[in-house]
């Protein structure tokens, strides 16, 4: 809630930080020939604040959002994809978000991934996504989602949960993700994906838990693609997966935090852009 009224914007040198961050992770790896790719995904309550309380009200600030992107589109050579204007627009027709969670459901994953590759054919332009047609909507009804577990409720406040069945069977299967994270839970490993199709580019995903419903989508469209439950850029990774591109998806939320700190491989670099960032006499970005 404290996000969503913005009553605490990010400062210039917070806004920097985030740019310095993301900019040696995009030149690090552009040096070795590979795309990054910066996606945002939306809050809950960005895409539906007609179910807030009334008491909640926007102080009329932008969000940090608002900042972040407007900052890093107008200053940064980080591409970023904002998925708001897309879900706002997939929400008239249908429900994009759980009503018992805080995640966009299977639909609102499908939009976003079409966003996602539609991103991507810059620099792969045989990518093609798959069209809607390509999947039956189905409904299945069952336990509550996140915020029913966090209060207790999830055999109390059950889900209607929207899917998108495949007409057609999926290529990506599921083989070895060759490395382990340390003391992150099963469901939170690394895990690999691969299609089988040696024409397709190879990916790295560094995710959260909204990358969750996307990787069913997302994985049809690479020969392997690794996705990692972490915001840490490891070189070691990259090295070895020789990826044709890095994605990396933050929740909205998570702007509320400070920036990541990068690997000492890529620290030189950021503290040099940061330098040159908090330098520059900018004001803070203004909403839309």
Do not use: C
Not at 112 to 120: D, K, N, P, S
């Amino acid at each position: 809630m404290d996000d969503w009224v913005a009553a605490r914007p990010l400062s210039v040198s917070q806004l920097a930080e985030w740019q310095a961050m993301l900019e040696a992770r995009n030149d690090w790896l552009a040096r070795r020939g590979i795309h990054f790719l910066v996606v945002f995904a939306p809050n809950a309550q960005t895409i539906y604040p007609e179910y807030l309380p009334p008491r909640f009200r926007r102080l009329g600030a932008p969000s940090r959002l608002d900042q972040v992107v407007d900052w890093l589109r107008t200053r940064s050579r980080v591409p970023v994809v904002d998925l708001r204007d897309d879900l706002r627009q997939a929400k008239a027709h249908e429900r994009v978000y759980h009503r018992t969670g805080s995640h966009w459901n299977e639909r609102g994953a499908f939009v976003a991934y079409q966003r996602v590759i539609e991103a991507l054919r810059q620099w792969f332009p045989a990518l093609s996504a798959l069209p809607r047609e390509a999947f039956e909507d189905a409904v299945e009804e069952g336990a509550g989602s996140d915020l029913a577990q966090a209060m207790g409720l999830r055999d109390v406040l059950h889900e209607e949960y929207l899917r998108l069945r495949p007409r057609a069977p999926r290529r990506a299967r599921s083989v070895e993700a060759g490395l382990a994270l340390p003391r992150l839970p099963a469901r939170r490993q690394p895990r690999a994906l691969e299609t089988g199709d040696a024409g397709l580019p190879r990916a790295v995903v560094l995710r959260d838990s909204f990358t969750g419903a996307l990787i069913p989508f997302l994985s049809e469209h690479f020969a392997r693609v690794l996705y990692l439950f972490t915001e840490d850029l490891d070189p070691a990774v990259v090295e070895r997966e020789r990826p044709g591109v890095v994605i990396e998806e933050f929740v909205e939320r998570r702007l509320m935090r400070g920036a990541p700190v990068n690997r000492p491989a890529l620290a030189r670099a950021e503290a040099a852009d940061g330098r040159q960032a908090a330098d520059d006499s900018v004001p803070v970005a203004t909403s839309r």
